[in-house]
């Protein structure tokens, strides 16, 4: 069953701007990872947060994780037109990894 | 990076008959892999866990005899759609990782379209 939940499902925003995805899920969790997936293709990896870490960065990427909320963020930095793509946070626990429903991500030129 | 292999890409079929997806992690080996379909501009669907040398756990509402799943080798894992039907049609993405707190690789995807 799906555990994670991406907001918001649609974010439309424009070249060198910030964007914010945010995802909460609901039991504990051992990690949770972030996804982008253009549109009928595959996914492809982002990050990955361990719960007892708090922020990561990889590029123009930043991922924050509050355990106490349940909840995480991916942050974009100077977007580009190519960032455009769904964003899927996935939780991962015992034996299972969940996905959230994602959000839709449009940056325009 | 570690990759993982699904073949084929995209398949069509004509209604009852099986279709064979395969998964393999390609410089790592998997002891867990996860089947997902995913309908149009949704999400991803768990289907079923597989770890290797055992049964697979599949998720509520997903019916083991139509989608069988094998994991025989620490490096393949095959999903057959046994019988398929047009509403069988869909993406299908298999998913692999060498431990608990791992990343997990993601195949290439399937697009299946039975008629």
């Known amino acids: 069953s799906q555990q994670g939940e991406e907001d918001p499902q649609a974010l439309s925003i424009q070249e060198g701007e910030n964007a914010t995805m945010n995802c909460s899920y609901k039991?504990?969790?051992?990690?949770l990872q972030w996804y982008r997936q253009n549109s009928g293709r595959g996914l492809v990896h982002l990050i990955l947060?361990?719960?007892?870490?708090r922020e990561k960065h990889s590029g123009r990427l930043r991922v924050t994780l509050d355990t106490s909320k349940k909840s995480s963020s991916l942050l974009i930095t100077a977007s580009r037109a190519a960032d455009t793509a769904s964003y899927f946070c996935a939780t991962t626990g015992y034996s299972t990894l969940t996905f959230g429903k994602g959000t839709m991500l449009l940056v325009s030129p | 990076g570690a990759v993982v292999s699904q073949h084929p890409s995209r398949v069509i079929c004509k209604s009852g008959t099986s279709v064979k997806i395969e998964c393999r992690s390609l410089?790592?080996?998997?002891?867990?892999m996860f089947w997902y379909r995913q309908f149009p501009k949704q999400s991803l669907m768990l289907m079923a866990t597989?770890?290797?040398?055992?049964?697979?756990?599949?998720e509520q509402g997903v019916e083991k005899d139509k989608f069988l799943i094998n994991h025989a080798s620490l490096t393949l894992s095959t999903l057959t759609v046994t019988s398929a039907h047009p509403e069988d049609s869909s993406f299908y993405i298999c998913s692999a990782r060498s431990g608990q707190n791992t990343e997990a690789f993601f195949g290439q995807g399937t697009r299946l379209t039975v008629v």
């Open positions: 947060i361990r719960s007892n870490e």
């Open positions: 410089d790592f080996q998997a002891t867990t």
């Open positions: 597989s770890n290797e040398g055992s049964k697979a756990t599949y």
């Open positions: 039991t504990s969790i051992n990690n």
